[in-house]
């Protein structure tokens, strides 16, 4: 296990066990993110993953023609605008 703590660590365990759903098309959804995030003001982040986590993401991102980072951006838009939630 990497450096992770309590909190990181509650995410984790979260998403491995099926916890975070979509809430709607995703393709569609996909795309008005992909549009949102190219006229957005960006900062630069740093943030630790799982290897694991980051090669699936990489993965995901080839299969769905999408740039890793700019899925990570999708994501995070999508969870603070309650688009997708955590299901608890």
Do not use: C
């Not at 703590?5 to 995703?26: A, R, T, Y």
């Not at 959804?29 to 993401?57: C, F, G, P």
């Amino acid at each position: 296990m990497t450096n992770l703590d309590e909190f990181e660590l509650d995410i984790l365990k979260s998403v491995e066990n099926g916890e975070w759903k979509s809430k709607g098309n995703i393709a569609k959804r996909t795309e008005e993110l992909q549009s949102i995030i190219k006229h957005q003001k960006k900062k630069a982040i740093s943030i630790r993953i799982s290897e694991n986590d980051l090669y699936e993401l990489k993965r995901r991102s080839l299969e769905s023609s999408i740039p890793y980072q700019n899925l990570i951006q999708i994501l995070i838009h999508q969870f603070t605008t309650d688009k997708i939630k955590l299901s608890v």
